[in-house]
């Protein structure tokens, strides 16, 4: 079974992207799609109705982040199990710090140009460490403004293969389809790792505390350094700014 993350902000297209590319390949292919969402979704009646099986993880009030990565051996043996071809897991509504992608399987970002041109600077390893990077909605701007969003994605990430694609019309999906249909075969996620580690909080708030005052928080919540010198608010640099 083929396996591969697609992670992205919310609302840039990545629903409509996977069902264009799941819809170009091999005749009688069985897909799937585990959607992990925060409060709701109605994205998996979409897959339903084109045909998929579908699955739905929603993360309450626990960080999306690490619930998906806590699910995702099960999402794979599930999709095992119903002896699937192709298994999508699809995270939405992740913080731009998130490290869904793991080692061994194609990764995905996608990501909307009309976020603005600097966006690709402001997400970490979901595209840092992507191996194809998806724009969408790149109808919308001229020519130049891909340009320049695509310079922006090759900064942050030179070695992930760029594709436009219109996730309405289905242009330029073609290249996708091809690469799902070419990635590793996963039967397994014994001994793999994250691509990254993920983002990490340890606090008061994490165990239901609301009062916002100095003598209710403690933790390891880095403060901020209001300091003109300092070049990083909040905290150390990671390594993948």
């Known amino acids: 079974m083929k396996f591969l993350t697609v992670s992205g902000p919310p609302g ?7 069902l264009k590319a799941l819809a170009g390949l091999p005749a009688g292919s069985k897909c799937g799609v585990v959607k992990f969402d ?3 979704t109605l994205d998996d009646r ?3 109705a084109a045909g998929h099986i579908t699955a739905v993880g929603l993360s309450g009030s626990v960080c999306p982040d690490h619930y998906y990565v806590t699910n995702i051996e099960d999402c794979l043996l599930w999709g095992i199990e119903n002896g699937l071809d192709y298994l999508i897991s699809e995270s939405a509504g992740l913080c731009n710090r998130c490290s869904p992608h793991i080692r061994g399987a194609l990764a995905v970002c996608m990501v909307d140009v009309l976020s603005g041109v600097e966006t690709p600077r ?3 390893p979901m595209l840092k460490l992507a191996d194809v990077v ?3 909605k790149g109808d919308i701007v001229s020519q130049a403004e891909r340009e320049v969003f695509a310079a922006r994605v090759a900064e942050s990430n030179p070695a992930a293969e760029i594709l436009f694609v219109n996730g309405l019309t289905g242009q330029g999906v073609f290249a996708l389809t091809r690469r799902i249909a070419a990635a590793a075969d996963q039967t397994h996620l014994i001994g793999q790792q994250l691509r990254f580690c993920m983002p990490a909080a340890m606090c008061t708030f994490c165990y239901g505390e609301t009062r916002v005052m100095k003598g209710y928080r403690n933790g390891n919540i880095p403060p901020v350094r209001y300091d003109a010198a300092a070049a990083v608010a909040g905290g150390e640099d990671d390594g993948l700014r």
């Open 12 to 18: 840039c297209g990545k629903t409509s992207v996977i």
């Open 38 to 40: 925060c409060l709701s």
């Open 46 to 48: 979409r897959y339903r």
């Open 122 to 124: 402001k997400i970490g």
């Open 134 to 136: 998806v724009v969408t």
